[in-house]
């Protein structure tokens, strides 16, 4: 069983148990007979075993978890999920859910970030939270970092961070003091169990999440086998829009950028432009204009 097919089945079952877990009036037969249903579906291999003799004493952390998060159906769960390839069917969080009825634009780009594309970004990031945009990124060094900053600057509720560790721990720990400003002030979003650590795969699917919560993926820097890449396919993928910053061709962290622009993506050129730009899309999705 491959990683991305286990990640899926345990969070399934998670899922399966929270919902009934909290519903104290399901007997231990009926629980048994969801663990039986999940094992004959494959979700349950024979040597995982569940005590739900052991249950009892978990309600409260359980209760807690069903607090710190929302299913898929859910009115707060977000619409263009719904649309994306293998949509989250958990997703735990802290900070206000508020923001994401929000206008929203993904910004990403690389761990290694030039002088030029920390100022740009900052920039970016301010100015589209000045005009009641929400920035969405990865919380990761680099562009997403100082996007995250950048719309801080403006006011509260500015910014989702969607993190490839649990709730509850940072990756890397360097940003552990900004990922509590963001869960304190702003929102932070996981699929993964409140006090799992970063796993290797994990980026990868953090990545098509951030895609995947914007109708644009603006990609401030990117080298030739960026990461930041791997998102801007997921939006594609997902028919959304993709920016592009342009640099100059001798940059090693514009490379990725340039051949995005190569390729048909929208070129970067004029903050305020760019943020025309989103703010029309947003208008459009809500059918108020055509697009053009």
């Not at 680099?142 to 721990?169: C, K, N, P, Y």
């Not at 990725?256 to 703010?279: D, F, H, K, M, Y």
């Amino acid at each position: 069983m491959n990683q991305v097919t286990y990640r899926n089945q345990w969070h399934y079952s998670n899922f399966i148990f929270q919902q009934g877990l909290n519903q104290e009036s399901l007997t231990q037969k009926e629980l048994q007979d969801i663990q039986g249903e999940l094992r004959q579906a494959g979700i349950l291999t024979r040597n995982h075993r569940v005590s739900f003799e052991e249950i009892p004493q978990h309600y409260s952390y359980i209760q807690k978890l069903a607090r710190q998060s929302f299913v898929i159906g859910d009115k707060v769960y977000p619409e263009e999920w719904n649309h994306i390839h293998q949509p989250p069917l958990l997703m735990y969080y802290l900070g206000h859910l508020d923001v994401l009825a929000k206008p929203r634009v993904s910004l990403v780009g690389t761990r290694q970030i030039t002088d030029y594309g920390r100022i740009v970004t900052r920039e970016m990031a301010k100015s589209l939270a000045l005009a009641g945009i929400v920035t969405v990124s990865g919380l990761a060094d680099g562009v997403d970092r100082f996007a995250h900053l950048g719309a801080m600057q403006t006011q509260d509720q500015s910014t989702i961070a969607v993190i490839a560790t649990g709730v509850e721990m940072a990756y890397p720990s360097s940003h552990r003091s900004l990922q509590g400003k963001i869960a304190e002030k702003h929102l932070l979003l996981s699929e993964y169990l409140p006090t799992q650590t970063a796993q290797r795969h994990h980026f990868v699917m953090r990545n098509r999440l951030v895609a995947g919560l914007s109708p644009a993926t603006l990609v401030m820097e990117a080298a030739h086998k960026s990461g930041s890449l791997i998102t801007a396919n997921y939006a594609l993928q997902f028919n959304r829009e993709v920016y592009a910053l342009p640099g100059r061709i001798t940059d090693t962290e514009s490379v990725g950028c340039n051949a995005l622009l190569e390729q048909g993506a929208t070129p970067i050129l004029r903050l305020s432009e760019t943020v025309q730009s989103i703010q029309e899309l947003h208008r459009y999705q809500r059918g108020e204009e055509t697009k053009i």
